[in-house]
């Protein structure tokens, strides 16, 4: 049966890393979620606003309608924060039984210092410690700690149970 890797935590925690180990290792598409943003969740983001439900609405509901599309023929990794349920129960719809939710985690110190060396992205330091305040941990989740390896998150993920 065809998956859907959702890699999600908050920004900084390696989900892109991750998402295109896995991807490649199993030889399936990847999508980061990052990619899909409209300009204007870009832009509120750069200046350091964080985004609202409303904001994030569409963008949820079009990585879902990408995951439903790529199901009818492979399994694939999608990265997305994803921090709170009802932005899970967006990504999950239609597809309940099909998904294997991937969390990573790690403290916010190990995680602000990752963003301090990242270049050219988006989401500013300043708004790291809002995802930290909003993240409702996920119940059905592999959780994972970003202090392993990616090899050994890629291993971890690979050795779960897939029905």
């Known amino acids: 049966m065809n998956k859907v890797y959702y890699i999600m935590g908050v920004s900084g925690s390696g989900k ?6 896995l991807a490649q290792d199993l030889d399936i598409p990847f999508f980061d979620g990052d990619d899909f943003h409209p300009q204007q969740n870009i832009q509120k983001m750069s200046e350091g606003k964080p985004l609202t439900g409303v904001d994030r609405q569409g963008w949820l509901e079009s990585l879902n309608k990408l ?10 990794v999608i990265v997305c924060s994803a921090l709170k349920q009802k932005y899970r129960d967006i990504l999950n719809n239609s597809l309940s039984d099909k998904t294997l939710w991937i969390h990573l985690q790690g403290s916010f ?16 330091i300043a708004l790291l410690q809002s995802q930290f305040d909003i993240l409702e941990k996920p119940k059905n989740a592999i959780e994972i700690s970003v202090d392993l390896s990616p090899n050994k998150i890629i291993e971890i993920i690979k050795n779960q149970p897939h029905e």
């Open 109 to 124: 110190d190990l995680i602000q210092k990752r963003v301090q060396r990242r270049a050219g992205h988006f989401m500013p």
């Open 67 to 76: 995951a439903i599309a790529e199901l009818k023929n492979n399994s694939c």
């Open 16 to 21: 892109s890393t991750i998402g295109k180990l």
